[in-house]
């Protein structure tokens, strides 16, 4: 068993690489000597290239989080980011602190990741809690539709799933620029990006859906807003922000830097569901310029890369910290060292 103490990245969504490239950088820049360990379920060399020891999750019916910790107790883990899966790493959670392991689910527990990740429920209670956030009306079936835009249909309306990712199954309902009989139905198909749709597609394609009667899919009907919208990357631990980043887009441009009046939402709703680890929320203004927030994901961004450019890096600020090479952050110390910048996104290869 080696006395050297080692970080775990479990299987993420689409920034482990990033992640483990920054805790390299770490490793050089401390000259600190800790194992960088990384896991998943597909060969993945792209993303193992920038760890010391790789593993591969069980595909079949070996509890991932038996797997991991068995493996974690030989390695001397101290941190384990969990990544996806995070509720079954968090229902042990008492098992992995007596093993002397950080755990690092995005919550503090299985009762605030089954409301961060259930945007019906997670809507009901930020506005219990008194926090801005985007109205959405559950529905499950298309009279509950219906009946829903016959109340709010007097509004530009998006829907999405409940639960999702990735603005999977997120549509505009596009009926304000003509009337019915000029409906472009190849156009919304032709512009994809758009993601648009005509409330009389979306109908017509819900209630006729052979997969929605086999496999319910409960959605939310929501206002949709035509704000600035921003992606904030933060370093949390027990509801607290340690520190954050602030992100925005226009067109293909991501600005990066530290806004205020954003982070002034962001606080409370990260107090509110106990917040723990590298999070990240989305929010979005209305017209007023008032923002709102829209979820939070309980695991690090795909583009917390590119926050680096600022100035500071949140992994190597967040697992700096809980390896004790570095000082407890503080918001007003990582706000500090933040440059504003501008950052294009790059596709690259990687040899496999």
């Known amino acids: 068993m080696t006395t050297r103490p080692a970080v775990w990245l479990a299987e993420g969504q689409s920034s482990q690489r990033d992640m483990l490239h920054s805790l390299q950088r770490l490793k050089t820049q401390t000259a600190a000597d800790f194992e960088i360990i990384a896991s998943h379920r597909s060969e993945r060399p792209e993303i193992f290239e920038f760890a010391d020891t790789v593993y591969y999750e069980p595909t079949d019916d070996t509890p991932r989080w038996q797997f991991v910790l068995d493996k974690a107790r030989a390695h001397n883990v101290k941190v ?3 990544g996806r899966n995070g509720d079954e790493y968090e229902a042990e959670r008492a098992t992995f602190e007596a093993a002397g392991i950080r755990l690092l689910t995005g919550a503090l527990s299985v009762k605030d990741l089954a409301a961060i990740d259930d945007k019906f429920a997670f809507t009901q209670r930020c506005q219990t809690a008194g926090i801005p956030v985007a109205d959405g009306w559950r529905f499950d079936n298309i009279n509950e539709l219906k009946n829903l835009l016959e109340k709010h249909g007097h509004q530009p309306l998006c829907v999405k799933p409940i639960v999702g990712i ?9 009926n304000a620029r003509a009337p019915p009989e000029r409906w472009d139905s190849f156009e919304h198909l032709y512009h994809t990006d758009n993601k648009k749709i005509t409330t009389e597609q979306f109908i017509n394609a819900y209630q006729n859906s052979a997969m929605v009667q086999e496999r319910p899919i409960p ?3 929501m206002p949709h807003l035509n704000g600035q919208e921003y992606s904030i990357d933060m370093v949390c631990e027990a509801g607290k922000v340690l520190a ?18 954003v982070m002034a939402v962001v ?16 929010t979005k203004a209305d017209d007023a310029g008032r923002h709102h927030v829209l979820e939070i994901n309980s695991r690090p961004s795909g583009g917390i890369g590119y926050t680096t450019h600022s100035g500071l890096d949140l992994t190597q600020v967040g697992f700096g910290y809980w390896l004790g090479l570095m000082d407890k952050p503080t918001l007003e110390m990582a706000q500090a060292a933040i440059t504003p910048c501008q950052v294009r996104p790059i596709m690259m290869s990687v040899q496999i």
């Open 244 to 261: 954050a980043i602030t992100r925005h887009k226009t067109g293909k441009i991501q600005h990066v830097g530290y806004d205020e009046s």
């Open 219 to 221: 959605m939310l009907l």
């Open 166 to 174: 990735f603005a999977q199954g997120f549509w505009r309902l596009d």
């Open 80 to 82: 384990l980011l969990t």
């Open 267 to 282: 606080q409370p709703l990260i107090n509110e569901f106990g917040c723990d680890g590298i999070v990240s929320v989305q």
